[in-house]
């Protein structure tokens, strides 16, 4: 049976969106329900298509997907002007009667979870009976205004998958219309509404002239908590009882249609009516899962503490989740730690921030390594600080913490027992090769362990127990030292007030850095490059390692690289999630920065570069040294050395832990490829898709998984979004107030590695595809030890997300690169050949005309 032409709201059919696209399909569902929307029609998809047909609009499509100027215009042109075919108007005419009408588009590709298309296709009101035909021709048309080709393409919907259809309604003349928001469209808040409202049909506040009046309703309590009037009125268009009607209708539509939504309404003679219902996408997920107290609870992003704020697949998102509710339990913390959230995962700062002493604390460590995490929060706490729940009481309550405590506390001991050691050490310079190869035993027998195992289950699942129990003996060896270096730091700038700025330069050009020496190593590469020219010219022309076979000095060179990918290769920019390609799986980002490296400066000068910064550390150390008491000169002196060679430890436990999560990507992929082989799966990177019991139990049994597709276009979505730093249960995304410059055009951050450079702008969002040349300044989301190969190049570095002891600010200080963090939408404001002066003392980048 052929799809019907026109159907009324009424009729069943008209709730399937491929029928009569998103905004009938909701409004049918929505009238089912018994809610208030006005009787009408809809105009189907399959009139569209009989009309476009008759329009001869495929040849227009076709010319649209070829990306050919005006065709848009064109298609749109030929669709409104041309007569609906006969059988149409005749289905249309026999539901008219004399009156006026509302005559809505709506597409198929609109009102979905992901992308709304709000405003995109046309809308006609108060239209005469007459008129109605060709004012459903002039909507079917507005599939194809520019906004909405524009918009298409930006979401990734092609063209050729849409369809529009034409809902047409009695036409309600409004007393009062507006916007009805289930959740604050501004704050994310899920408990609060958000009413805006005008008089009438609300012409003026759509096309700008007047503002609409303003409401935020507590959907718990239905308290009005303000009331803006806008412009051009005295008096306020709703009262306080009407705004609570209205909150009450958003709530059963949100119960009906499962999310946020923004509803659009009207009001005449004191009836409400429902004119459109979609959902809000701009929203931010909530935590999941939700906590069991019911109470305020506030979360902190994982992703930006790690420097890595990219989303995560549902296996990685897992892996992460688990760990950290393990380690958790392990290290008596309370509750449950791990959250998920738009394919992020977030820790659970309520049991510590609801103590008023340890928030003050957190604040102010999170300050040092995140500022403007730490400015949200403390904005958040002095606002809705009396929202969290109480700490508990009592002597359960007392029994249960003094057991966290205690477990805590024993490993507190084992972390830190090596301290007075470290303090003592006859030759703290040993301690850097000394906890690398510690670390290259345990990590050689994890592997070997995993690799024992007969089955693909059986290594999937002792990979994963190796990072697992990797933690003890990553941090109990390193944490002693690691303390030591930051207490004798604490102790410099207290014995030598003076020189306080010098303590930060005494780990310059620090040989023992894991991470420093990767990157010296990518240099030495580049040379072996210079040292055959016709390698440095094929690598200029992008040749890939397979091109380079039969080229002079070819074999050597992949020798040379081949030596750096079995030393390094087991890194890549985003390491810490497990599905990301590692550099021996897409060696095209080194290979890129190599070619790079060719045309800045001589053989050898990132050597020199490095033993300059050696050279600077030494004049600190001689500063601190000099401008010391006499008496406490050898005091100084050592202090000095342990400073230098505990806190160039850092990047040793994450070196570690990053070889074994390659081990564990690699028995993932080596998983999917079974389950491709036994058609399971149709390609083996899906294991991602996959929740760790399911990729289990698909091996175990061939168990069939969920629905992958939906989940790939869930992670795609969420790979789209920007995740935020902080975020609470009821939804609420807190940002800082940020100080402004004199100069409104500056951008402020977190200065993290001091010295002034101007350059060109190089955004990079994703290194794999980076182009960065030589001086030019880095600008990006994020970075982390895979993104270190292009620090080579950069003159200076901005970042979106880091603090002063984050990783990218670590190498920008070891490399000798101005760099500033933490700037909000840096990659935004910023673009590729914009000119700036990075100030990476005063946390400015001043863009130069």
């Keep these: ?42 105009v189907t998809t399959a009139a569209y298509r009989a009309h476009a047909d008759a329009a001869g609009a495929s040849d227009r499509l076709a010319a649209l997907e070829r990306g050919e100027e005006r065709a848009a215009s064109a298609l749109r042109d030929r669709l409104a002007g041309t007569p609906l075919p006969e059988r149409v108007l005749g289905s249309i005419r026999d539901r008219l009667d004399d009156g006026a009408y509302a005559v809505r588009s709506s597409a198929t590709a609109e009102d979905l979870a992901e992308a709304s298309f709000a405003g995109q296709h046309d809308t006609e009101l108060g239209v005469d009976a007459a008129d109605v035909p060709d004012a459903v021709a002039r909507c079917l048309g507005s599939l194809f205004t520019d906004r909405a080709v524009a918009y298409r393409e930006r979401n990734g919907v092609p063209h050729r998958g849409v369809a529009m259809a034409v809902v047409v309604q009695r036409m309600v003349e409004p007393d009062t219309s507006g916007i009805l928001f289930t959740a604050d469209p501004v704050t994310g808040r899920r408990d609060v509404a958000v009413v805006d409202a005008g008089p ?50 958003g709530d059963r539509i949100e119960a009906e249609l499962g999310g946020p939504q923004d509803v659009e309404w009207a009001i005449r003679d004191g009836d409400v009516s429902v004119l459109q219902s979609r959902p809000v996408t701009s929203l931010f997920p909530v935590p999941d899962p939700r906590p069991a107290d019911d109470a305020l609870h506030v979360y902190y992003s994982f992703g930006h503490r790690q420097g890595m704020t990219a989303a995560m697949p549902p296996l990685s998102l897992g892996f992460w989740r688990d760990l950290t509710n393990e380690l958790g339990r392990q290290y008596g913390l309370p509750g449950r730690l791990g959250a998920v959230a738009g394919g992020r995962l977030y820790l659970d700062l309520t049991p510590y921030v609801a103590r008023p002493w340890l928030a003050d604390r957190i604040v102010s460590n999170l300050r040092i390594i995140d500022e403007p995490t730490a400015a949200a929060l403390a904005d958040l706490l002095a606002e809705r600080g009396g929202d969290l729940p109480d700490p508990a009481t009592g002597p359960r309550a007392w029994l249960r913490a003094a057991g966290s405590a205690g477990r805590f ?13 470290a303090l003592a050490a006859r030759n703290p310079e040993d301690a850097p090769d000394d906890l690398l190869a510690r670390y290259e035993e345990e990590v050689a027998e994890s592997v070997a362990a995993v690799r024992s195992h007969d089955s693909a289950r059986q290594r999937v699942r002792a990979a994963r127990d190796a990072v697992f129990e990797s933690v003890d003996w990553l941090l109990e060896p390193f944490y002693g030292r690691f303390l030591a270096g930051v207490a004798a730091g604490w102790a410099l700038r207290r014995l030598v007030p003076e020189r306080a700025d010098d303590v930060a330069e005494l780990a310059g050009g620090f040989e023992g850095d894991v991470t420093a020496r990767m990157g010296l190593a990518l240099g030495d590469v580049a040379d072996a490059a210079r040292d055959h020219p016709a390698v440095a010219d094929a690598l200029r022309d992008g040749a890939t390692l397979d091109d380079l076979s039969g080229v002079p000095g070819g074999d050597a060179f992949r020798a040379a690289f081949a030596d750096f990918l079995d030393e390094y290769g087991f890194r890549g920019p985003g390491e810490i999630d497990p599905s990301r390609p590692r ?32 050279a600077d550390a030494a004049a600190a150390r001689d500063r601190l040294e000099a401008a010391a008491h006499p008496l406490l000169r050898p005091v100084v002196r050592r202090l000095c050395r342990l400073y230098r060679h505990y806190v160039g430890l850092r990047e040793h436990p994450k070196f570690a832990l990053s070889k074994l999560l390659a081990e564990f990507r690699t028995q993932v992929l080596a998983a999917g490829d079974e389950l491709v082989s036994r058609g399971v799966l149709a390609d083996r ?68 590695s001091p010295g002034v450079v101007e350059g060109v702008v190089r955004v990079v969002t994703d290194p794999r595809n980076a182009d960065l040349r030589p001086g030019e300044v880095l600008v990006a989301p994020y ?23 984050t990783h990218g600010s670590l190498v920008a200080r070891e ?28 946390g400015v980048v001043e863009r130069i005309e």
């Design 815 to 842: 490399y000798g690169i101005p760099a500033v963090v933490a700037v909000d939408g840096a990659t935004r404001r910023l673009r590729t050949g914009d000119r700036v002066r990075v100030d990476g003392a005063n």
């Design 583 to 614: 550099y021996r799986d897409d060696p095209s980002l080194l290979l890129g920065v190599v070619a790079a490296r060719l045309d800045a400066g001589e053989r050898g000068a990132h050597r020199d570069r490095f033993a300059a910064r050696q």
């Design 200 to 249: 009438g049909r609300g012409e003026r506040q759509v096309s700008g002239r007047e503002t609409a009046d303003t409401a935020r309703i507590d959907r718990e309590t239905g308290e009005v908590l303000d009331y803006r009037v806008g412009s051009g009125r005295a008096a306020r268009v709703l009262d306080d009882d009407t705004l609570r009607t209205l909150a009450d209708l």
């Design 685 to 752: 990177e899906d294991a991602w898709l996959l929740t760790l019991s399911e990729l289990d139990a698909a091996l175990a049994d061939g168990a069939t998984p969920g629905d992958l597709p939906a989940r790939r276009r869930d992670h795609e979505r969420f790979a789209a979004t920007d995740a935020p730093r902080v975020v609470t249960s009821d939804g609420e995304v807190p940002t800082a107030r940020v100080e402004p410059t004199e100069d409104a055009s500056d951008l402020t951050g977190t200065g993290v």
């Design 783 to 805: 970075t982390d030890p895979g993104w270190t190969p292009l620090f080579l190049n950069a003159g200076a570095l901005v970042t979106e997300v880091g603090g002063r002891l």
């Design 409 to 421: 506390a024993r490993t507190l001991v084992a972390f830190v027992a090596g301290f007075p050691g």
């Design 1 to 42: 049976m052929s799809d019907p032409l026109v159907v009324s709201l009424a009729d069943p059919r008209a709730a399937e969106p491929a029928l009569t696209g998103g905004k009938a399909a909701t409004l049918a569902r929505l009238r089912t329900a018994d809610f208030p929307v006005p009787d009408g029609f809809v």
